[in-house]
């Protein structure tokens, strides 16, 4: 998979692309979609703002990451970014892959995203391109995670460590040699595919819990204040 590089050279935050004033009373921080090299400390902040917030440092915890990522992206932006919810291939590396899916029986007939055995979450938004094309920005905080996942699985993990992805949908294609590979049966050869019925529940989970991903979100966006003032 792709990976997105923080650059350790000093950061200036006026130095990156602001948005044009907006009509609303809080104009945006920063343009969309995000300087590149901004993507490792916005994926730190929120990082730390779900470790504190749950157990496990995040851990199983796909929702809270894609739910306040979201919002963080949002007020920084001004661009909406949406979480969603279904499956997902995860690449463990050497050819070791995993779908993470649930059935369409418990989809139909779950009340709560903790109904839902087996589902992942991450974070979209769409952007304008040239010639009227739209492009699908994608962003996923919990790759840190994949090693754990692949331990408790009893499977071998072969992949460098990567924190997070960051990048565009029709980059990201999965490659032509593993088209064959039985996890792709279903759903065709695809790293993730949203559910209707997973993110239905996937926001019903954010809108009845609107305190507690608000502070996660408050305590985001201070630490991401402090980070970038200390990089300028």
């Given at each position: 998979m792709p990976r997105?590089?923080?650059?350790?050279?000093?950061?200036?935050p006026y130095s990156f692309p602001m948005?044009?004033?907006?009509?609303?009373s809080q104009p945006p921080i920063l343009a969309a979609p995000v300087d590149a090299r901004l993507h490792a400390v916005i994926d730190e902040v929120v990082h730390r703002s779900v470790s504190e917030a749950t157990t496990r440092s995040g851990y199983m915890r796909c929702a809270d990451y894609a739910i306040v990522g979201a919002q963080v992206l949002t007020l920084l932006t001004g661009k909406v970014y949406r979480p969603f919810a279904?499956?997902?291939?995860?690449?463990?590396?050497?050819?070791?892959?995993?779908?993470?899916?649930?059935?369409?029986?418990?989809?139909?007939?779950?009340?709560?995203?903790?109904?839902?055995?087996?589902?992942?979450?991450?974070?979209?938004?769409?952007?304008?391109?040239?010639?009227?094309?739209?492009?699908?920005?994608i962003v996923d905080f919990t790759l840190r995670h994949d090693e754990t996942v692949a331990n408790n699985l009893g499977m071998p993990f072969a992949r460098a460590y990567q924190a997070y992805f960051w990048g565009w949908e029709d980059e990201h294609a999965v490659p032509a040699e593993l088209h064959d590979h039985p996890v792709f049966a279903k759903q065709g050869p695809v790293w993730r595919w949203a559910e209707r019925e997973c993110t239905t529940l996937l926001r019903a989970y954010e809108r009845e819990r609107p305190g507690y991903f608000g502070r996660q979100?408050?305590?985001a966006i201070d630490l991401f204040a402090d980070r970038v003032e200390g990089l300028g």
């Open positions: 997105s590089f923080f650059t350790d050279e000093p950061l200036n948005q044009p004033v907006t009509t609303t279904g499956g997902e291939v995860m690449d463990f590396g050497g050819g070791n892959l995993y779908a993470l899916c649930t059935t369409r029986e418990r989809r139909r007939t779950a009340r709560h995203l903790s109904h839902l055995a087996r589902y992942h979450c991450w974070i979209e938004a769409r952007h304008d391109d040239v010639g009227g094309r739209v492009r699908k920005e979100v408050s305590r």
